[in-house]
Antibody, heavy 118, light 110 residues
């Protein structure tokens, strides 16, 4: 069965960096686009970034463009999110999610909490 | 402020039918399909409806979706206590070149 496990969250000071990982199993990772979606405490869902199945195309929300970088290693079945110049408003649970052209975000991980605080 | 607009709350009694609306614009719902997600308390979101009205395997047929113009709706009939959750709509936005979500609707089963 499809399994997505995020890791790398934690407490970090404003302006610092953090890298999240999402380990995938139970499906052919290299055949699917992948995304990061976040949820601030008590708030709704916000799409953060997406990457094509082969890593050639990447998309970012305006709120993170220039600060966050999405990448993937298909040989390791792992998705990444490099987060630089973190801001307090980046505090959220970060979910990775699988997608196809027809079915977006069909499976989600359990999320990893990132807290940006001084 | 979310790009897609949903009512913050909805409610119904067991057995009733409830609908949740999602309003957008020509750059998102007006030109792309709508998807719906259910988020139970303390859990990750779950896909409920994709391509406006398609149910993934395992989603009961008492749950349905529709779209007209720049708006979409999620309908849940035969309301059950386990339907109490937050519901989100989502669509691709051609102008933003990214995915947009509604602000979410908290469904309460009275």
């Amino acid at each position: 069965q499809v399994h997505l496990v995020e890791s790398g969250g934690g407490v970090v000071q404003p302006g610092r960096s953090l890298r999240l990982s999402c380990a995938a199993s139970g499906f052919t990772f290299s055949s699917y686009a992948m995304h990061w979606v976040r949820q601030a405490p008590g708030k709704g869902l916000e799409w953060v970034a997406g990457i094509a199945y082969d890593g050639t195309n990447k998309y970012y929300a305006d709120s993170v463009k220039g600060r966050f970088t999405i990448s993937r290693d298909n040989s390791k079945n792992t998705l990444y999110l490099q987060m630089d110049s973190l801001r307090i408003e980046d505090t959220a649970v970060y979910y990775c999610a699988r997608a196809t052209a027809i079915v977006p975000f069909d499976f989600w991980g359990q999320g990893t909490l990132v807290t940006v605080s001084s | 402020q979310s790009v897609l607009t949903q009512p913050p709350s909805a409610s119904g009694t067991p057995g009733q039918r409830v609908t949740i609306s999602c309003s957008g614009s020509s750059s998102n719902i007006g030109s792309n399909t709508v998807n719906w997600y259910q988020q139970l308390p303390g859990t990750a979101p779950k896909l409920l409806i994709y391509s406006n009205n398609q149910r993934p395997s395992g989603v009961p047929d008492r749950i349905s979706g529709s779209k007209s113009g720049t708006s979409a709706s999620l309908a849940i009939s035969g309301l059950q206590s386990e339907d109490e959750a937050d519901y989100y709509c989502a669509a691709w936005d051609d102008s933003l070149n990214g995915w947009v979500f509604g602000g979410g609707t908290k469904l309460t089963v009275l």
